[in-house]
């Protein structure tokens, strides 16, 4: 527990977050002077609030500077965030394999590994992962192919069976010592893109992969409902995206994969993209009824297929448009964050439930951009300009982590 968490009033704590989100913004330490210019705190305020900082051991890191030649008075105290002090993991566990990034206090990655799932068994691998990465982190955030339930445990999980029943964020602290969070790898994914994507507050999110999950963020937070059910569309009994999906899976006249359709279809075949336009036309309506339902500024499209820019988007947003009778239309666009979402959103995740442990002040946001620094290392996509055929090699992978589902169940569940 923090000394602020513990020991100081809702003012106290909100001062301190301020004196934590100016450190963190800085280029450099700030004296106390400065930070209460920033903070537009008094300076009696920001030096309390530093003290308590400093003697929480977390993450603020003291220095004085040398007194220049002929001024006099004592040289001024400069303070900044340690990034060194605590270490933050986010965890994307998927049905073949688990991927773990750590960063530090600041948000800049230090560290990455994936390992393959070691029968079947989440927490040794998880553990295995971080072992990896060298670090042992003080919070932990976990993106799960299933649905979580209210009590913590996940209850429904078709790409990891073994996880159904088990509360993971209690076994994970136990074994980890750290601050867990466990949480939906699409409703993940979501978060993600709300702080990462163009700006909105309400987004509908369409991961079109293997196969084809929602998730719903509303008020700038993910949208859970009473049984944290929203955005299930796979938990309806017959539910099917397309007629031709087997047990939840995406089929098309080259097989089970899109690659080469796509790159037809890129490349001006009239049949590959009459098949695509015949795709989205067959999943809108569902969409369009989730989209009349919630009413978001946005409609993001995440998954394998989101690299294909308006190969797949333009057939889409006309399909869903000319299904809505009124003016205000969301406008559809790519994810951002094209293989990284699940990981990026637990990562943030991480940051936020455990702020008391990592910053010394609960409730300190996440530094999201800082993210985005490590989701441009090799090996991770950001979405751009629509691809050229030659660059539609890759085109329908999707993340590991997406779930097996059955004929009747189209989520990440």
């Known amino acids: 527990m923090s000394v602020i968490e513990g020991s100081s009033s809702g003012v106290r704590q909100a001062n301190a977050r301020d004196c934590v989100l100016a450190l963190r913004a800085a280029a450099g330490p700030l004296s106390v002077a400065e930070l209460a210019a920033r903070t537009a705190l008094s300076r009696p305020t920001v ?11 977390t993450t603020i890191l003291a220095a004085t500077n040398v007194a220049r030649a002929g001024q006099p008075g004592r040289p001024a105290r400069r303070f900044a965030l340690d990034p060194s002090a605590r270490s933050i993991a986010g965890v994307d566990l998927g049905e073949r394999s688990v991927t773990c990034v750590v960063t530090d206090a600041t948000g800049a990655e230090i560290a990455r590994a994936t390992v393959p799932m070691e029968g079947g068994e989440p927490v040794q691998a998880i553990e295995h992962a971080l072992r990896e990465t060298g670090a042992a982190p003080a919070a932990i955030g976990v993106a799960v192919p299933g649905i979580v339930g209210a009590d913590g445990r996940v209850a429904r999980s078709l790409a990891l069976p073994g996880l159904v029943g088990r509360d993971l964020t209690h076994e994970l602290e136990n074994l980890l010592e750290a601050d867990v969070v466990v949480e939906n790898d699409i409703k993940l994914a979501a978060l993600a893109e709300r702080h990462l994507g163009p700006p909105a507050e309400s987004i509908a999110y369409v991961q079109i ?13 993910i949208l859970q ?9 796979g938990s309806q009994r017959g539910m099917r995206w ?6 939840g899976r995406l089929t098309w006249s080259t097989g089970d994969t899109a690659r080469p359709l796509l790159e037809r279809a890129a490349a001006g075949d009239s049949a590959a993209q009459q098949e695509i336009a015949a795709f989205c036309e067959e999943i809108a309506p569902r969409i369009a009824t989730v989209l009349l339902t919630v009413d978001p500024e946005l409609v993001v499209v995440g998954g394998g297929l989101s690299r294909e820019g308006e190969t797949l988007l333009g057939p889409l947003r006309r399909s869903l448009h000319r299904l809505l009778m009124t003016p205000e239309r969301p406008e559809v666009v790519a994810a951002r964050l094209t293989t990284d979402g699940s990981l990026t959103g637990a990562l943030g995740r991480a940051f936020e439930h455990g702020s008391a442990r ?15 620094s490590a989701s441009a290392s090799p090996g991770v996509e950001l979405s751009g300009p629509a691809p050229s055929a030659a660059d539609l090699s890759v085109a329908d992978e999707s993340p590991s982590n997406e779930s097996p589902g059955e004929e009747s169940v189209a989520t990440s569940s």
Request: charged fraction near 15%; charge should be positive.
């Open 47 to 57: 030096d309390s609030v530093l003290q308590d900082l400093t003697t929480s051991g």
């Open 209 to 221: 992969g293997h196969r084809i999950s929602v998730a719903l963020i509303v008020g700038g937070t």
């Open 225 to 233: 409902g009473s049984h944290r059910l929203a955005g299930e569309l």
């Open 242 to 247: 397309t007629s031709t999906s087997r047990r």
């Open 358 to 372: 990592i910053a010394g002040v609960p409730g300190v946001p996440a530094p999201w951009s800082a993210f985005l």
